[in-house]
């Protein structure tokens, strides 16, 4: 479980896509290394993964290749920055919602509008998910816990103040990038209740 709040990004380092062995990905990074183990999750833009090793600068963890067919992962290169976030621990702050790291869909982000410091970014989510998007709800874009600012047809619209841009990946996007999109649990929860 998580809570949206990005703790930093990290440097992709290597990524295997290998048919013969285990996919994997390494991160360079600093705080979200502080007391980790093996076996622990930390989630990569906004994807709930498993440590597989880790040293005092960097962490690995395994793709399946049902992540990498669920998410933004499998079209990121060495270099490429990513949103960090350690799983939630009982007795810790809950600054912004409940956060799976199951990554519901990849949308695209089709504009950005400036406003002054802040932006305005529009995403257009997979069809089926967008039932799911209620303005002033909350939405999940590559880990990062965003309130939604408004809805049309097909798309959504969310307002990223100047922080915020610097302190995750998102500010520095563009028109035309993948990214992650995980829907609020709760609605998922009720949807199904309803069915029954």
């Known amino acids: 479980m998580f809570t949206g709040i990005v703790e930093e990004t990290g440097s992709v380092l290597e990524i295997t896509q290998d048919q013969e062995r285990d996919n994997a990905m390494t991160v360079a990074c ?13 989630a990569i833009n ?18 399946s290749p049902e992540t990498l067919s669920r998410t933004n992962l499998g079209l990121l290169h060495t270099d490429d920055r990513v949103n960090l976030e350690r799983s939630l621990t ?6 912004g919602h409940y956060v799976q790291g199951h990554v519901d869909g990849v949308g695209e982000i089709v504009a950005i509008i400036p406003e002054g410091d802040s932006k305005r970014i529009t995403i257009r989510p997979p069809a089926q998910l967008m039932h799911y998007i209620v303005e002033k709800g909350y939405v999940t874009v590559d ?14 619209t969310i307002a990223l103040i100047a922080y915020t841009q610097d302190a995750v990946i998102m500010g520095q ?3 035309g990038t993948k990214v992650n999109l995980e829907v609020d649990i709760m609605a998922k929860y009720v949807e199904r209740l309803l069915q029954r």
């Open 90 to 95: 009982f007795g810790g702050r809950m600054g």
């Open 30 to 42: 600093q705080t979200v290394l502080k007391g980790v183990q093996i076996g622990d999750s930390i």
């Open 46 to 63: 906004g994807t709930c993964l498993t440590v597989t090793d880790f040293t005092n600068d960097q962490f690995t963890v395994g793709l």
């Open 173 to 175: 996007q563009q028109v």
């Open 143 to 156: 880990g990062v816990s965003l309130t939604i600012a408004g809805v049309s047809n097909d798309r959504f």
